[in-house]
């Protein structure tokens, strides 16, 4: 048993530590919350697609099986130790890196990510996360010159990376040179829809009147149908023998994610819930990320948590509902049911 967990929970950091990079800048709670949760939504999915009964295998006497980690820190701490003694494995690198981004030890994850980046120097997607890294990590919250020359790469080498072209907007913002800000963010914008381009419009608007430029001109209205046709509507409820588990202040996380599980959320809500049953709708408006939007998928996963404590981490008495699958665009009704108390 404790050898699934190991390799279920590796994967499910994977992606966690991609989607709390993706929703740091909108929410560090959902991004904790997401963080502890995952990975027991992964091991709900797997109930339901999997085959559980093969982890019941029994060792052979003579090897004692590994202690399970009970914790994301215990699971990170023996991922560091794998990685010491294959410091050449370069996904194991980026893994590592990636969960110190989780876990918010940036100054572990710069040096991690400075490791992974000597590995394979031309990787640019990699140099991103890794200037990221760095922004995190500096006391002044500026990208370091080596960070800003990583962006300026690796938007030479693809010029409609959206992550580099956001990153370095800003940090044109922090030099005070608010005219080329616009310029690189105008660049980005095209490449948005929804939501997420109308907050990056807001950010040009400040950026333009710092350098004594007109705003944006207003954008043209789109088609009406399209955001709602998108939508997934969705009706979270509770067990009956759990009702009243069930609290007004408790707060619901419910988010979409692809089927595959690779990369971040595709939209994702925290609503401090009054009562159950409550109706929730997820929309392009709610994605995290512009390069990752609930129209972009034709079928989605959606899950749910309740959080008893109110605590980002996921605690004994939280209840979670079990991860299904639907078609994006269909109109249908979405029912999730919690009905399993996290132990």
């Not at 939209?267 to 390069?291: C, N």
Request: charged share 20%; proline share 8%; aromatic share 4%.
């Amino acid at each position: 048993m404790a050898p699934f967990i190991f390799f279920a929970a590796l994967l499910a950091i994977l992606a966690v530590a991609l989607a709390v990079s993706a929703l740091w800048q909108r929410s560090r709670a959902l991004a904790l919350a997401l963080a502890i949760g995952l990975p027991l939504a992964a091991a709900g999915v797997y109930q339901l697609k999997g085959n559980p009964a093969a982890t019941k295998a029994v060792a052979p006497a003579a090897s004692a099986p590994a202690p399970a980690p009970t914790s994301l820190e215990d699971l990170v701490a023996q991922l560091q130790k794998k990685q010491d003694a294959e410091p050449g494995n370069y996904d194991g690198m980026v893994l590592l890196a990636r969960s110190y981004m989780a876990l918010e030890r940036f100054d572990l994850a710069r040096e991690t990510y400075a490791k992974a980046v000597k590995l394979k120097p031309e990787e640019t997607d990699l140099q991103v996360e890794y200037a990221e890294a760095m922004l995190r990590a500096a006391g002044d919250h500026r990208f370091p010159p080596e960070a800003v020359t990583m962006l300026e790469t690796a938007i030479a080498k693809n010029p409609t990376n959206q992550r580099a072209l956001f990153f370095l907007g800003t940090c044109k913002m922090q030099e005070n040179k608010p005219a080329d800000a616009v310029a690189i963010w105008e660049k980005l914008l095209p490449l948005l829809d929804g939501a997420t381009a109308q907050e990056l419009s807001k950010q040009i608007d400040v950026a333009r009147r710092a350098a004594g430029m007109p705003p944006l001109p207003p954008a043209p209205k789109q088609a009406t149908g399209s955001a709602a046709t998108t939508a997934l509507d969705i009706d979270v409820r509770i067990d009956p023998t759990l009702a009243t588990a069930a609290k007004p202040g408790d707060v619901l996380f419910v988010f979409a994610r692809a089927v595959d599980g690779s990369g971040p959320p595709l939209a994702a809500k925290r609503i401090e819930i009054f009562r159950l049953p409550l109706h929730v709708q997820l929309s392009d408006a709610d994605s995290p990320m512009p390069a990752a939007r609930l129209s972009s998928q034709r079928s989605v996963m959606v899950m749910a948590r309740l959080s008893k404590s109110g605590n980002v981490q996921a605690n004994s008495g939280d209840i979670e509902a079990d991860p299904h699958q639907v078609s994006v665009g269909d109109g249908k009704a979405i029912i999730l049911v919690l009905n399993r108390p996290v132990p």
